[in-house]
């Protein structure tokens, strides 16, 4: 378009380009020169880092780039000096006595923090991701312990399990089913009784009733307070903590055919060091002996 055809913007006063649309006309502002430059400046840089480093996909590789860098070497390596960095702490744990190791302030935060990763992947599929539990599997920031709650007890659990068959040293209780010794009434009356421990029975006679029953039945292995015992692994019924449901119906449904937990033994699979670590870390969430 020449001069005497531009057709000049009366607000900027900027020529257009002759292009317009639905009456509005582009004006003819250029990039400005620096702009414009370093763009090119930009490409060629381009061009220059696909040829220094990995850029050009192959069919079952890449180009390597003139460099040789490469991500994954570089990751390996710092894995690798991490690694090295921490085997003197992880031969130090794997070595010393857990109480030793919970002296140590080093040794406890390093494995603290390792058995928080240990725990994510390995534990928190039943215990969940914050070890706040579910139903069936404990909760292990409370103060509520099966098995006890001293960093040696949990050791113990940890490494073996608990009913675990492929374990010989596996921890192992197990509550008979009552309903083949005891009538319904007599289920309902110990489960109304076991509710009377912490809170209000849906019938005080017939948790009155329940008592004897209970010290006749029970007692031996949940003590005559109903508070458990755990050389038996018999959970404490009077703290209002419940595995399978605080209603009387789940009591009575676990005092008729007992539901058992298995839990599996993790010191073949993960060494004594990393059960050490995962010990340290569960004693550590507040809730242990």
């Known amino acids: 378009m020449s001069d005497t055809e531009k057709n000049i913007d009366k607000v900027s006063g900027v020529a257009t380009t002759g292009h317009e649309w639905d009456g509005i006309r582009e004006l003819d502002n250029p990039i400005p020169r620096w702009w414009v430059w370093t763009f090119y400046a930009t490409i060629i840089w381009s061009i220059g880092y696909t040829v220094a480093y990995p850029a050009w996909p192959l069919i079952s590789s890449a180009t390597s780039g003139l460099l040789g860098y490469s991500s994954r070497q570089e990751l390996t390596a710092t894995l690798d000096r991490v690694a090295a960095d921490q085997a003197d702490l992880r031969a130090a744990i794997g070595e010393k006595p857990l109480e030793e190791i919970l002296a140590d302030e080093t040794l406890r935060r ?10 994510n992947v390995n534990c928190s599929q039943c215990h969940g991701s914050g070890a706040e539990g579910s139903a069936g599997y404990p909760n292990l920031n409370d103060d509520d312990w ?22 010989a040293e596996t921890r192992f209780s197990e509550m008979p089913p009552f309903g083949d010794m005891l009538s319904a009434q007599e289920t309902q009356q110990i489960a109304a009784y076991v509710a009377s421990l912490t809170g209000d029975p849906s019938d005080d006679a017939s948790a009155t009733a329940g008592a ?4 006749d039945n029970c007692a031996a ?11 038996f692994g018999a959970p404490n019924l009077a703290d209002a903590i419940w595995f399978y449901g605080a209603t009387e119906a789940d009591i009575a449904a676990q005092i008729r055919k007992p539901r058992h937990g298995v839990m599996p033994g993790w010191q073949a699979r993960l060494g004594k060091t990393t059960v050490k670590q995962l010990s340290v870390y569960v004693h550590s969430l507040g809730g242990a002996e």
Do not use: K, N
């Open 146 to 167: 099966l098995w006890g709650g001293d960093i040696e007890a949990i050791y113990q659990t940890i490494a073996h399990g608990v009913r675990f068959t492929g374990d």
């Open 110 to 119: 390093f494995a603290a923090s390792a058995g928080a990763a240990a725990f």
């Open 212 to 215: 004897p029953l209970f010290a």
């Open 221 to 231: 292995c949940h003590g005559e307070d109903g508070t458990g015992d755990q050389t």
